[in-house]
């Protein structure tokens, strides 16, 4: 648990939260237009919800180990081929390596936690990796100016060269530690393989599949949207300075590590679309408070209950993947999912520029943040009935 951690941090976090703490220096330097820069993280998230995908059914075949170790092999040359970008052509292509090494490395990641861990121990240990990611959103904060500024004109690029490093050292890790069951069976069955596309077709036909892929796409709709605006909402909408916008975020990213394990512990005692509805009604809150005119004190309190639960929330996902489909089908299922919150994640800043743009305010794209996580809140609510669940896979 403590290598796919690590693994998520080094791998998911930095190449996430650091392109977004590096951009601006690195789009001056390249002279891109907001639009080109726009673009790079539109690769980035294609080659990911293309790879999730591809890469779960390949960890259900051979194992997670290796499609995780290459996976965060991939995303280290990706950073590290991000900050050697002469231009939008080679920036847009490292993008495109970082995201398809991102999709090898989550979805399996969790589902390996199946194999170590029972129905009561899955929630916490899911909710432990996916946090990982969270780490990285507290660290590039304070870090990455630094290096900039101690890198000069190129900061930028041994800022990426850094988060390459880790990354790469993590995957060293990944290689020597992981395993992908505790038992000394091996991973290869040929029955198991033989079985994996056969599974695959089971989990598109499931209905629980749609089901929990719904919760998964309204929640990345309404978590990217929070996420994405929320510093232009503090600084352009509401008068925040960029210091104090910046250790909010930093305090986002503190909350979750701080708080978000508790939600691991709470689906593995009352089940996990509870869980779910819990964490997104605490998100929809969060994002009316952002919505209205809220001071600092309002602020602080929606930071912390959006950052306590927003970035867990796919590890609980995880473990319901674990659950009902079995260890085998776990990565698969997971990568199949990955393509909801994947379009949910497109559609949300879209969408919710152009409201932004309408009312010269971001105000109401919060507002239908919110309204997109209430629903979603209510839709997960019911993964717990058993009509809805539909039979399992094994």
Excluded at 19 to 44: E, F, H
Excluded at 201 to 208: A, C, K, P
């Amino acid at each position: 648990m403590g290598i796919a951690f690590l693994g998520v941090f080094g791998a998911i976090g930095f190449a996430r939260f650091g392109y977004s703490a590096i951009l601006p220096s690195m789009q001056q330097a390249l002279d891109l237009s907001g639009a080109a820069a726009g673009s790079l993280a539109s690769w980035n998230l294609g080659a990911y919800m293309t790879m999730a995908l591809i890469g779960g059914l390949i960890a259900a075949r051979f194992g997670p180990r290796v499609v995780i170790t290459i996976g965060i092999g991939l995303t280290a040359m990706g950073m590290l081929l991000t900050g050697l970008s002469s231009g939008l052509a080679s920036a847009s292509a490292a993008r495109v390596l970082t995201g398809l090494g991102n999709g090898m490395v989550l979805a399996p990641s969790l589902a390996l936690l199946a194999s170590w861990f029972g129905a009561r121990q899955l929630g916490l240990a899911s909710a432990v990796v996916s946090s990982g990611a969270a780490l990285a959103l507290v660290t590039t904060g304070p870090t990455v100016p630094l290096i900039i500024a101690w890198g000069g004109d190129d900061g930028w690029r041994w800022a990426w060269y850094a988060f390459a490093a880790v990354a790469a050292f993590m995957g060293v890790l990944a290689g020597i530690f992981l395993r992908n069951r505790p038992s000394a069976v091996a991973a290869g069955d040929p029955r198991t393989q033989a079985s994996v596309f056969r599974g695959f077709g089971g989990i598109v036909r499931s209905r629980f599949a749609w089901h929990l892929g719904t919760v998964y796409f309204l929640y990345g709709f309404g978590f990217i949207t929070f996420v994405t605006f929320f510093q232009r909402r503090l600084i352009g909408d509401l008068g925040f300075s960029s210091v104090a916008a910046g250790y909010l975020f930093l305090a986002m990213g503190a909350a979750s590590l701080i708080f978000g394990l508790a939600y691991g512990v709470i689906s593995d005692r009352i089940g996990r679309g509870r869980a779910l509805a819990a964490t997104l009604v605490l998100q929809g809150a969060a994002a009316v408070i952002l919505g209205l005119r809220p001071g600092m004190v309002a602020v602080v309190v929606a930071v912390i209950l959006f950052g306590s639960g927003g970035f867990s929330l796919p590890g609980l996902v995880g473990a319901a993947c674990g659950e009902h489909f079995g260890r085998t089908m776990a990565a698969a299922s997971l990568g199949f999912l990955t393509i909801f919150i994947g379009v949910g994640q497109a559609l949300g800043p879209y969408l919710s520029g152009l409201l932004a743009d309408g009312f010269s305010s971001f105000g109401p794209p919060y507002m239908l943040s919110a309204s997109v996580l209430f629903l979603s809140a209510i839709i997960a609510g019911l993964l717990d009935l058993p009509r809805f669940c539909g039979s399992h896979i094994r």
